[in-house]
């Protein structure tokens, strides 16, 4: 049983940065890959990235490669995103999960997830 939680969401302005955080309970934090989604209002779930439990290899969505960093701190029991060059259409709920698979980059494929953290990009 994971038990995660994000927090750092706010009010952005466009062009600025932001770094979200998710905490996760239990002592098994590196056995799984950790991902981060986001859900804007009125559309589908969409994966930003994830990075795998064995070797760190991450991977990002087309919509945020280049801008978004994920890293992890297995010590810390922790996951982060680094968004840089926020753009409005970056504004969305911004959902942590993990997964006991390999590479994942697939919402089915996350078993425990978060409650999310609101991340508002203004114009």
């Known amino acids: 049983q994971v038990q995660l939680v994000e927090s750092g969401g706010r009010l952005v302005e466009a062009g600025g940065s932001l770094r979200v955080s998710c905490a996760a309970s239990g002592r098994t934090f590196s056995s799984y890959s950790m991902g981060w989604f986001r859900q804007a209002p009125g559309k589908e779930r969409e994966f930003v990235a994830t990075?795998?439990?064995?070797?760190?290899?991450?991977y990002y969505g087309d919509s945020v490669k280049g801008r978004f960093t994920i890293s992890r701190d297995n010590g810390a029991n922790t996951v982060y995103l680094q968004m840089n060059s926020l753009k409005p259409e970056d504004t969305a709920v911004y959902y942590c999960?993990?997964?006991?698979?390999?590479?994942?980059?697939?919402?089915?494929?996350?078993?425990?997830w978060g409650q999310g953290t609101q991340v508002t990009v203004s114009s």
């Open positions: 999960a993990a997964s006991t698979k390999w590479y994942p980059v697939k919402d089915m494929e996350y078993t425990y």
């Open positions: 990075i795998s439990w064995i070797g760190g290899r991450t």
